[in-house]
């Protein structure tokens, strides 16, 4: 297992950027598959990103590609999610996940552990 704690989150205007971060402790942080998901209030639990485990292989949804990035470093045990041009429908609770599996996959269920999450929002 691995413990996660994501930081970064806060308020922002429309067309603004947030840099959110997922700590990790635990030797297996290199052995994980990362992910971010984010939950709207009211609706389910949605994938946003992934990274290998050396970082050299990314994924994203539709919904953010080519405006957020998702980076790792594995020296330092952390994964990032850089997000640009936000939108209103972005806001959610963004939470870090680790995945043990040999299977990469964007359900939530293929996660092992889980951050507490941290707030997003975007005004228009």
């Known amino acids: 297992q691995v413990q996660l704690l994501e930081s970064g989150g806060g308020l922002v205007q429309a067309g603004g950027s947030l840099r959110l971060s997922c700590a990790a402790s635990?030797?297996?942080?290199?052995?994980?598959?990362m992910a971010w998901f984010r939950q709207p209030r009211g609706k389910e639990r949605e994938f946003v990103a992934l990274i290998s485990r050396s970082g050299g292989y990314t994924y994203y949804a539709d919904s953010v590609k080519g405006r957020f990035t998702i980076s790792r470093d594995n020296a330092n045990n952390t994964v990032y999610l850089q997000m640009n041009n936000l939108k209103p429908e972005d806001t959610a609770v963004y939470y870090c996940?680790?995945?043990?599996?040999?299977?990469?996959?964007?359900?939530?269920?293929?996660?092992?552990?889980w951050g507490q999450g941290t707030q997003v929002t975007v005004s228009s």
């Open positions: 635990g030797r297996t942080f290199t052995s994980s598959v």
């Open positions: 996940a680790a995945s043990f599996s040999v299977v990469v996959r964007t359900t939530p269920t293929a996660y092992d552990s």
